[in-house]
């Protein structure tokens, strides 16, 4: 089975502060994406990137960096940590394959006070 | 832009009864496929099923869907809902290029009652 793990799974940050949070997958997948949860807002898709080295933007990137130094691993930056971004952030990874279907890591609940 | 919608913020059920939870979408591209995750409460996305082609209907768990491409539509059904199908759905287009960008919809929180 698809596995995609997410560090750390909590954090509390400070506004202003920096985050990072990191997605790694095993499943040799070269799509990875990051998603911010909110009630109301579903699933947005911040940054996506289908190969190593490069990312792309996604609908909502405003205030977020991405970086995908490996095919593995895909990070996501909060330079200057605000209110607005709390929420649970979610990676997912998938490959070209006849199903096309996302795996999802387990999330990253983020507090900005 | 393209964009994925669901009606309906919250579903409510009783056991046993059919559901129908509302997707539509706005898409410029032909080459694009539709999906259904679905979240428990705690847990992360996970797939339900995957459009096939038009007009057909696809299956898993018990729920299915068809593709509409004439009413822009791809609805999800039930004809007896369980306990257990309590959770968020979520609807998503996803684009068969080389980006593989996905688009879902707000989600809709279904909730079955004893």
Known sequence: EAAVTQSPRSKVAVTGG????????????????????????????????????????????????????????????LELASLSQTAVYFCASSDWTPSYEQYFGPGTRLTVL | GDSVTQTEGLVTVTEGLPVMLNCTYQTAYSDVAFFWYVQYLNEAPKLLLRSSTDNKRTEHQGFHATLHKS????????????????ALYYCALRYLSNTNKVVFGTGTRLQVLP
């Open chain 1, 18 to 77: 920096k985050v990072t949070l990191s997605c790694h997958q095993t499943n040799n997948h070269d799509y990875m994406y990051w998603y911010r949860q909110d009630t109301g807002h579903g699933l947005r898709l911040i940054h996506y990137s289908y190969v190593a080295d490069s990312t792309e933007k996604g609908d909502i990137p405003d205030g977020y960096k991405a970086s995908r130094p490996s095919q593995e691993n895909f990070s996501l930056i």
């Open chain 2, 71 to 86: 009413s822009s539509s791809f609805h999800l059904q039930k004809s007896s809902v369980q306990l257990s199908d309590s």
